[in-house]
């Protein structure tokens, strides 16, 4: 069964600290993995994709399949990362839904 | 209105009552999903629908009956909930086919508590 693990449930650092959420999966093939948000009072919206290797607002995440990992990293946290972050995988096309993992609260302190 | 949209916001209701959610997708997507998020556990895939045929059940069960009437509406029935039936239910809907993946975009949600 296909299953996605945020161990963290809070993480809280202070403002122009690294930051790191961790993902862990388990999946039969070759998932597309996710990273979801949810700031305070706003719907939930993607941040970042693996196969689009980008970076958005700072954040980047690196599928590493040896480890069946999917961190999310940021280099120097900033306020306005306060949220929730859901790690989520999906097969091939999408068109089966996203599995989730419970999600992290990060939150920067000033 | 843009993008994803849920009515009711908020639903209380008994356990003996039957009532429906509502979602309705402005994007011209081709794919549609309804998810519960639990106070305790992850967000949860429940229905999926593409080109209006469900094709994903995940083992819901049957007090829960979805309807795609068209691809820009989809509803969540309910009838005979249980206490434990209260969460947040999430429409998303997204556009499949093609090469590789088309993001989900979320509505705001149901707030729905069960007496």
């Known amino acids: 069964a296909q299953r996605v693990t945020q161990p963290e449930k809070l993480l809280s650092v202070f403002k122009g600290a690294p930051v790191e959420l961790k993902c862990n999966y388990s999946?039969?093939?070759?998932?597309?993995l996710f990273w979801y948000v949810q700031y305070s009072r706003q719907r939930l919206q993607l941040l970042l994709r693996h196969i689009s290797r980008e970076s958005i607002k700072g954040f980047t995440a690196d599928l590493n399949k040896g480890e069946t990992s999917f961190h999310l990293k940021k280099p120097f946290a900033q306020e306005e990362d306060s949220a929730m972050y859901y790690c989520a995988l999906t097969g091939k096309g999408g068109a089966d839904g996203l599995t989730f993992g419970k999600g992290t609260h990060l939150i920067i302190q000033p | 209105e843009t993008g994803v949209t849920q009515t009711p916001r908020h639903l209380v209701m008994g356990m003996t009552n039957k009532k429906s959610l509502k979602c309705e997708q402005h994007l011209g997507h081709n794919a549609m999903y309804w998810y519960k998020q639990s106070a305790k556990k992850p967000l949860e895939l429940m229905f999926v629908?593409?080109?209006?045929?469900?094709?994903e059940n995940n083992s819901v069960p049957s007090r829960f009956s979805p309807e795609c009437p068209n691809s820009s509406h989809l509803f969540l029935h309910l009838h005979t909930l249980q206490p434990e039936d209260s969460a947040l239910y999430l429409c998303?809907?997204?556009?499949?086919?093609?090469?590789?993946?088309?993001?989900?975009?979320f509505g705001p949600g149901t707030r729905l508590t069960v007496l």
């Open positions: 999946y039969s093939g070759s998932p597309e």
């Open positions: 629908y593409n080109f209006k045929e469900q094709t």
């Open positions: 998303a809907s997204s556009q499949v086919g093609g090469q590789g993946y088309n993001e989900q975009f």
